[in-house]
């Protein structure tokens, strides 16, 4: 299911169950009111007792590299390179260089090998070559690459792909061949800025913006895939829409129309200036939200937000933004910021970068937390509205919970999926890098869901646990999540 279409079922329950959890406060965070599971509720297996599919023994190397990857445990098959075949080690070299948010790397080494994967009939490898560089031509900007590759991926893998695969890339495919002539997007280079921004009623963040001078308020999500506007908001700006039309459902949970649009001139805060700027129009109805009668008027997006090199929110409103063609040398670089050109991604020397890890893996963004070595993997969900841990995690700790109350929990942005049974943490530590956090009060689900996106991770982190959060950064040039100390 689509980001946004998380965003509209965990308002629904948001609206039913009351206002969200612990959002910037200093003051301790409510538990939530738990609806008391039946006695006779499965119990979940114990500590090490589920299989997942990284951990999986009995593999050759490469059925076994393919797990990890599956499992999201990039580190481990970093780990792994040096013992492989040389063209066996390009090939996984460039994917992890997409996961690791590094296009240009990416395509340098999957391209050469294309032809010769999709001859040797190994549909598992094509699928993951086509399907990184499919990403990687996104990611450039390169619209109309895009468009071809993953008209490619589905025309010729169609039946290999999950359902969970189709829906990852069905906005791509229906929307990328209305931007295929579209021109790249430019940014004007700035110095570092800070800016006031606002919740909304949806408890997500919104930034001023301007679009052709006009001065409006769009929501702030690093995760989503693509730039959105409101009908009306292009139509007051006087930009051309597109007469040609996708229809997708994994936006919203339903069929809706869009259409596509360049922005010539878009200002973030007043300072960063984007030019050319694709944003795909959306119909003001579809993202109106009755209960609290709040129009989104457009969303700001990975294609924008990656390219300001590092993004920090604090819990006063305030975010910070460090361009990426702006950044201090290496030796001034304050702690947790690290100088890398425009075009590189990952910092190549000098020293490392603060934080923990993370990665792009379709449209997940997923971070590795934890102390060295001992790192899990969560996916960081900036638009969702509901923090959850997953079996995975509960295996591992749940002698925590012997004697507490089992509830039932309702996931977010899944209504066709029953209550399931939960605890409730009332305080996790998260290590990102040399800091540990704590957050409170979170979902714990003692079952698996049957969804190897959900299940293959050890939580979803939504906004009302990144609230509690002092501050939190999205450093794109050095891959690095990190938070602000307690």
């Keep these: ?15 039913a169950a009351g206002p969200l959890l612990a959002q910037q406060t200093d003051a301790q965070p409510t538990p939530p009111a738990s609806q008391q599971a039946s006695p006779d509720a499965q119990q979940p297996a114990g500590p090490g007792e589920q299989v997942h599919t ?5 593999l050759d190397t490469d059925a076994r590299l393919q797990n990890l990857l599956a499992d999201h445990q990039f580190l ?20 992890l260089a997409n996961r690791n948010n590094d296009p240009k790397a990416s395509i340098q080494l999957l391209e050469p090998l294309l032809d010769e994967v999709t001859a040797s009939g190994n549909t598992g490898h094509e699928k993951l070559l086509r399907k990184a560089l499919a990403e990687d031509y996104l990611r450039s900007g390169d619209w109309a690459k895009a468009a071809q590759a993953y008209q490619t991926l589905e025309t010729r893998l169609q039946a290999k792909l999950s359902a969970d695969e189709q829906d990852e890339i069905e906005m791509p495919l229906k929307l990328l061949p209305l931007a295929a002539a579209n021109p790249p997007m430019t940014v004007e280079p700035c110095d570092p800025f800070e800016q006031q921004v606002s919740k909304n009623p949806l408890g997500l963040t919104d930034i001023p913006v301007f679009v052709d001078a006009r001065p409006h308020s769009w929501m702030l999500d690093p995760t989503a895939p693509f730039n959105l506007i409101a009908r009306s908001l292009a139509k007051e700006a006087g930009l051309k829409v597109s007469d040609e039309s996708a ?31 694709t944003a795909f129009v959306f119909e003001d109805q579809d993202y109106f939200f009755p209960q609290t009668r709040y129009q ?17 929110l604090t819990a006063d409103a305030t975010i910070l933004v ?41 449209d997940q963004m997923i971070v590795a937390l934890g ?6 993997m969560y996916v960081v969900d900036a638009s969702g509205q509901q923090t959850y841990l997953t079996s995975r995690y509960f295996s591992e700790h749940s002698d925590d919970f012997t004697g507490k109350a089992m509830q039932l929990f309702s996931l977010p942005g899944a209504q066709a999926m029953p209550p399931q049974p939960a ?20 979902q714990v689900l003692t079952q698996p869901l049957g969804s190897a996106a959900l299940d293959d991770v050890y939580g979803v982190l939504g906004v009302d646990a990144l609230d509690q959060l002092k501050a939190y950064t999205f450093d794109y040039r050095n891959m690095r999540f990190s938070v602000g100390p307690e």
């Design 322 to 362: 460090q361009p990426r063609e702006t950044m201090p040398p290496a030796a001034a670089d304050p702690p947790g910021q690290k100088t890398a050109p425009a075009t590189e991604p990952a910092p190549k020397q000098g020293k490392p970068a603060e934080g923990a890890r993370f990665f792009f893996d379709g």
């Design 247 to 277: 229809t997708v459902h994994t936006l919203t949970g339903r069929p809706i129309q869009v259409h596509v649009t360049v922005i010539p001139r878009f200002t973030l805060g007043g300072r960063i200036t984007f030019r050319n700027m």
């Design 296 to 312: 989104v008027q457009g969303v700001l997006g990975y294609p924008a937000l990656s390219a300001l090199g590092s993004l920090t």
């Design 1 to 15: 299911m689509g980001w946004l279409a998380g965003i509209f079922a965990s308002f629904a329950l948001a609206v």
């Design 76 to 95: 481990r098959v970093e780990a792994q390179l040096d013992q492989l075949q040389p063209q066996e080690a390009q090939f996984y070299r460039g994917i």
């Design 423 to 442: 605890y409730v943490a009332e305080t996790v530590p998260l290590v990102a890098g040399a800091t540990t956090v704590h957050v409170h009060y979170l």
């Design 54 to 58: 990284g951990a999986v023994s009995g």
């Design 371 to 376: 102390k060295a070595g001992q790192e899990r």
